[in-house]
């Protein structure tokens, strides 16, 4: 098993159509970033006049993804497969776990060239540990799998931990993201987790026009209820404190404040495979 910090030459980005919306770059613009373009901002400006909350919602799911980081590392689990991992934004899945214990091994996969041209961001792994970027569609979970970086840093055999923050609201069910994890989950032995986090309309319903508005930028966007967010922890152990809004699961210290559900309006769970 490969135990070094990889960007090989054939992740030379292709090019990047500047024209057109991405979800990662709409995310970095909304999160005060510098990587994004005009139709970007224009994608970020319309979905924020619709929800202004935005800014607030993504900043808990960067805090709820550390947290869970946190408590999976904490409870033993040295491998990760981070779907959807966006612009590296510090700190990254692999320098929470690797704080953790260094010896943790990550795989990031996203779509975005923008992504795969920062990506050496993410590969600046602890020496004990390894770190590979994929660039690769979440809709295709088949070469996820066989992909060679993938099983050159992870162990199969062991539990890995299946994370996507941020990124089902892009997946639409007509994509089939349900078989997408329910395929990634296969491939992964008894003892692996799913840590999901899913955007809702449930507590600001009209925040539901950000949603037309990604789709009028060209990018895909569902949100889902508490029941279709159920559907997708089928068959799993939900972790305490099961199903919640983002701010509510397992915060750093229960005696703060923390944004109402109409701000971060999105569910968290943690959920071990049997
Ligand atoms: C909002 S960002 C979330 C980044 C990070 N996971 C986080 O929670 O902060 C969504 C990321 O998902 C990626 N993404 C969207 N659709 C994707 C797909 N079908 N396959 C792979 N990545 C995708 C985007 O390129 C973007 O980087």
Request: hydrophobic share 45%; glycine share 6%.
């Amino acid at each position: 098993m490969a135990n070094f910090t990889s960007f090989e030459p054939d992740d030379v980005p292709p090019e990047i159509d500047t024209s057109v919306a991405h979800s990662a770059r709409v995310y970095d613009f909304i999160l005060g970033g510098k990587d994004n373009f005009e139709a970007d901002r224009r994608a970020a400006a319309g979905a924020m006049e619709a929800n202004p909350h935005l800014a607030t919602a993504m900043r808990e799911n960067r805090a709820l993804m550390r947290r869970m980081t946190a408590v999976l590392a904490k409870a033993g689990i040295r491998q990760f497969l981070d779907i959807g991992t966006g612009l590296p934004t510090s700190p990254n899945v692999h320098e929470i776990a690797q704080s953790i214990e260094p010896a943790s091994r990550v795989v990031y996969v996203d779509n975005d060239p923008i992504v795969l041209a920062h990506a050496r961001a993410l590969l600046a792994s602890s020496p004990e540990g390894a770190c590979a970027y994929i660039d690769a569609d979440a809709r295709d979970p088949d070469k996820i799998l066989a992909h060679p970086k993938l099983r050159d840093t992870l162990d199969l055999s062991e539990p890995v931990a299946l994370m996507f923050f941020g990124i089902l609201q892009f997946i639409p069910d007509d994509a089939g993201p349900h078989a997408i994890i329910g395929r990634l989950l296969a491939a992964l032995p008894s003892g692996s987790y799913l840590a999901i986090q899913q955007p809702t309309a449930d507590f600001y319903p009209p925040g539901v026009s950000a949603q037309a508005a990604y789709q009028r930028a060209g990018i895909p966007f569902q949100y889902r209820t508490r029941e279709q967010f159920a559907a997708f922890l089928d068959g799993l152990e939900l972790v305490d404190p099961g199903i919640t809004v983002m701010a509510d699961w397992r915060p750093d210290d229960e005696t703060q404040p923390r944004p109402p559900a109409t701000h971060a309006a999105a569910y968290a769970a943690l959920a071990r495979k049997p």
